[in-house]
């Protein structure tokens, strides 16, 4: 997916605390997979930080001791809320 440039874009990081970050972009073209998503303060998505020291806290650490977080492209658009009743 190449976005068109004028829309708002961020460089954000990612943390990835119970799997090696190569699972979750596996596959680069498509981008991140809801499947991975878990239960966050505003439910469950994907969350990204402005700095890489809060995800940090979040990041997947190797057998090395080594801390893996991803950096991401993302398209910034208007957070919204779910009111639909499932």
């Known amino acids: ?5 004028d829309l708002p874009r961020k ?4 943390g990835t ?3 090696h970050p190569e699972e979750i972009y596996g596959n ?5 997979d809801l499947q991975y998503a878990n239960f966050g303060a505003s439910g469950k ?5 402005v700095n890489s020291s809060y995800s940090c806290n979040y990041s997947y650490k190797t057998k090395k001791g080594t ?3 991803i950096v991401a492209d993302v398209l910034i658009g208007r957070p919204c809320t779910n009111t639909a009743k499932a």
């Open 1 to 5: 997916m190449r976005p068109k440039e």
């Open 11 to 14: 460089l954000l990081f990612h």
């Open 17 to 19: 605390r119970f799997c």
């Open 28 to 32: 680069f073209d498509m981008g991140f």
């Open 45 to 49: 998505g994907l969350y990204f930080a």
């Open 67 to 69: 801390s893996l977080m």
